[in-house]
């Protein structure tokens, strides 16, 4: 099956037009040539975009199915497709002009009907992918492995009750971690899946968590033995499609990072949507994880205020963008980590430019969010209200208590020796709204 000979009707590569451009396909905020805080805008924000739901998304949700038509859906021979879809992909990175793209080993190459088929065909399309990236200035942002779709991973990969599904994720894994290494990967990433519960009456937690514990752990002892120099990633997220996954949020990543010795080796890759559905704001679980030092890499994308479950639309909201970019660049930016678009275009978008569309307004939106939290982080309005409001930590008896140099007795005594009562200090809630909205 050969690729499309024209599948985007645009032929140019998006370009900088500024905030009055006429073309709807050009950037107004997104000039990646910009100085902003000594970088590049394109170094700050380390746009990537995703291979499942750009390229392997059919259109279909639980109650319609295809809806898209894409041509390689189609056909009698699944290497041939996966070949063509390569084409299409990199053809919609360089016309977005991209720094780097995300995927799924399932993504790129059919499964075979063995693991050593399997990983047979993702290393041919990885020479495709590599002769395609020695041509053009994409890179890999990071890999992973789909350990869920598969009636295999039904329970679970890495909490399987059966030791064989333990032992195949291991080596989809390990396929998959060695071509991320070979396409110079800057992280590699463990999405839990199914990697929870549906119920407690046929679930060992204690065991289960100890299997995910030593499987994340081989994963490290691989990545180290071959030499493979970014972090391993997991993205928390509470629910769908189990009740309730053992990645729930970051504080809890955290705990299972800590208990089983991982905090060195795994950073997290958090995503907006998987935020909301765990209870907590985006720039909740980033200001966490920065807090935590396990902050990684972010899914940008969101969800649907009125909908529960992972809807996965691209990210437009500035305000929120704005105070998600806030806390990033407070931390210092990323590292080895970007923005990966885990987004899809909804299932009436068919023209086959709605994904071109998609990627620039959502660019757009973070461009435009960044250059706001810049200026907030610059002026200070933000991190000098905080600054005040815990200046008494700062004096010299906040360092002393948080330094040990006292007990509980003297901070008694000291209370009690003492005529004033502490008086309450305004939070100035409203008013620091009223900030951010003077920006964004």
């Not at 746009?47 to 038509?69: K, Q």
């Not at 295999?152 to 291991?170: C, H, I, K, L, S």
């Not at 980033?286 to 691209?314: E, H, K, M, P, Y």
Request: net charge negative; aromatic share 10%; with cysteine.
């Amino acid at each position: 099956m050969n690729a499309p000979a024209r599948f985007f009707e645009t032929t140019a590569p998006i370009s900088f037009g500024g905030p009055q451009a006429p073309s709807p396909l050009a950037f107004r905020w997104y000039d990646k040539h910009r100085i902003v805080h000594g970088k590049r805008l394109e170094e700050h924000l380390r746009f990537a975009v995703c291979y499942w739901h750009s390229f392997c998304w059919v259109g279909s949700d639980p109650f319609g199915g295809e809806t898209f038509l894409r041509p390689w859906h189609h056909g009698t021979d699944p290497m041939a497709m996966a070949r063509a879809k390569a084409e299409v992909a990199f053809e919609l990175f360089r016309l977005l002009d991209v720094p780097f793209f995300t995927f799924h080993d399932v993504d790129a190459a059919p499964e075979g009907k063995t693991l050593a088929e399997s990983v047979q065909n993702l290393n041919a399309i990885a020479d495709i992918f590599e002769a395609k990236m020695a041509a053009q200035k994409v890179r890999l942002l990071w890999g992973t492995a789909n350990l869920f779709s598969h009636r295999r991973y039904m329970a679970g990969a890495a909490t399987n009750p059966d030791p064989q599904v333990f032992a195949y994720a291991a080596g989809q894994v390990r396929a998959a971690l060695e071509v991320t290494h070979r396409l110079g990967g800057q992280n590699y990433v463990l999405w839990g899946g199914r990697e929870g519960y549906e119920t407690l009456l046929n679930t060992d937690m204690k065991r289960e968590l100890d299997q995910l514990g030593r499987f994340v752990s081989l994963v490290v002892e691989h990545k180290h033995k071959i030499g493979f120099p970014g972090p391993i990633l997991i993205e928390p997220k509470p629910k769908e499609p189990t009740k309730h996954q053992y990645d729930f949020d970051v504080a809890t990543c955290y705990g299972f990072l800590e208990r089983y010795g991982l905090t060195k080796d795994v950073k997290l890759n958090i995503e907006q949507n998987h935020a909301i559905l765990a209870g907590h704001s985006f720039q909740h679980e980033i200001a966490l994880a920065q807090a935590l030092g396990v902050f990684g890499s972010l899914d940008i994308n969101r969800g649907d205020d009125l909908l529960g479950w992972d809807t996965d639309q691209f990210a437009m909201n500035g305000q929120e963008l704005a105070l998600v970019f806030h806390e990033i660049l407070k931390g210092g930016g990323f590292t080895t980590g970007g923005l990966n678009f885990d987004a899809k275009i909804r299932r009436q978008s068919i023209d086959p430019d709605d994904l071109i569309h998609a990627h620039v307004g959502s660019m757009d939106a973070c461009a435009r969010a960044f250059l706001a939290a810049s200026v907030m982080l610059d002026s200070g309005v933000l991190t000098d209200a905080l600054k005040e409001r815990y200046a008494g930590w700062d004096g010299s008896e906040g360092r002393a208590i948080l330094a040990g140099e006292r007990s509980l007795a003297d901070l008694a005594d000291r209370v009690l020796r003492s005529s004033t009562e502490p008086q309450p200090r305004s939070g100035r809630q409203e008013f620091l709204e009223s900030l951010v909205n003077r920006y964004v």
